[in-house]
């Protein structure tokens, strides 16, 4: 099974960028779907970004749409999140998960978790 271990968060201010990472451990990872969830204080854990396994099919939340950009590199087997104009509101434990199906990926539903970085926005 494929595992993830996520990168990059951090305590920004509002108004900052981060790129959080997710680095894949098995090659097989290239011919998987990817998404990134996340989970804030007291909150249920929600959908962020979801992208196939060639890059495309790019889905987003309404809540960051226009700010977020989620990518991969296949040659690296690792996932990116590109977060601009933090909103203290982002502030979460931020995940990556990936299965061989995009729609279970985009349920919430994948084989593979990582553990979680957490990004943290000040006002």
């Known amino acids: 099974q494929v595992q993830l271990v996520e990168s990059g968060g951090g305590l920004v201010q509002a108004g900052d960028s981060l790129r959080l990472s997710c680095a894949a451990s098995?090659?097989?990872?290239?011919?998987?779907?990817m998404g990134w969830f996340r989970q804030a204080p007291g909150k249920e854990r929600e959908f962020v970004a979801a992208?196939?396994?060639?890059?495309?099919?790019?889905q987003y939340a309404d809540s960051v749409k226009g700010r977020f950009t989620i990518s991969r590199d296949i040659a690296k087997n690792t996932g990116y999140l590109q977060m601009n104009s933090l909103k203290p509101e982002d502030t979460a434990v931020y995940y990556c998960a990936a299965d061989s199906d995009f729609s279970t990926v985009v349920d919430g539903r994948g084989d593979a978790w990582g553990q979680g970085t957490l990004v943290t926005v000040s006002s």
């Open positions: 992208i196939n396994w060639s890059g495309g099919r790019p």
């Open positions: 098995e090659r097989t990872f290239r011919h998987y779907a």
